[in-house]
């Protein structure tokens, strides 16, 4: 059962799970090229707000929440590459910031094909940027990537393909856990 969240409030210190729909579209060379729907769960560890430059209090404008991405599981069907799996890269930190309702974030992924014997990763960070209402975003928040990344062998490194395009559809709160942290301000 998806959970409300209050727009243009800033949520204290917490780990937030949300049920997510992501729209990627992949060229993978010998392969093609196909839009694959990817629809799992991504978690989001996030920290103490960050008060703004010169601010004494919490506030939607001035803040800043950042949140570390702990786990992502993205599972999806495509006419080209069959069963996709798209897992969070561990080995670059993936990170998101919203401040003032400006959304950016960075994250590594693993993207699997296992029908092709493929496994790749993001030679980067996705860069993904959004204008957000809500912490953590919920709804149909339009984030989509920023530049196409390149995709290497997780193996041998070498280039096999891109991520051209990345586009959250929809996500839902489902779970939310507080740090037991508490702010002086």
Request: glycine share 8%.
């Amino acid at each position: 059962m998806a959970i409300d969240v209050k727009p243009h409030t800033i949520p204290p210190a917490g780990v937030d799970t949300v049920d997510i729909t992501i729209e990627e579209t992949y060229d993978v060379e010998g392969v093609g090229n196909d839009t694959v729907t990817l629809k799992g769960r991504l978690v989001a560890d996030r920290t103490v707000p960050l008060l703004g430059h010169g601010e004494r209090k919490i506030d939607w404008k001035t803040s800043t929440v950042v949140a570390r991405f702990t786990d992502l599981n993205l599972s999806g069907n495509s006419k080209v590459f069959g069963p996709v799996h798209v897992t969070l890269d561990t080995s670059v930190p993936s990170f998101g910031t919203v401040t003032a309702g400006k959304c950016a974030a960075a994250i590594g992924v693993n993207v699997g094909m296992p029908q092709h014997g493929i496994t790749l990763k993001s030679a980067e960070p996705v860069q993904l940027h959004s204008e957000v209402r809500t912490v953590p975003p919920i709804g149909d928040e339009k984030t989509e990537s920023v530049v196409p990344v390149d995709l290497v062998d997780a193996v041998t490194g070498r280039k096999r393909g891109s991520l051209s395009h990345a586009r959250v559809s929809w996500r839902e709160l489902v779970h939310q856990t507080a740090h037991p942290v508490k702010t002086q301000l």
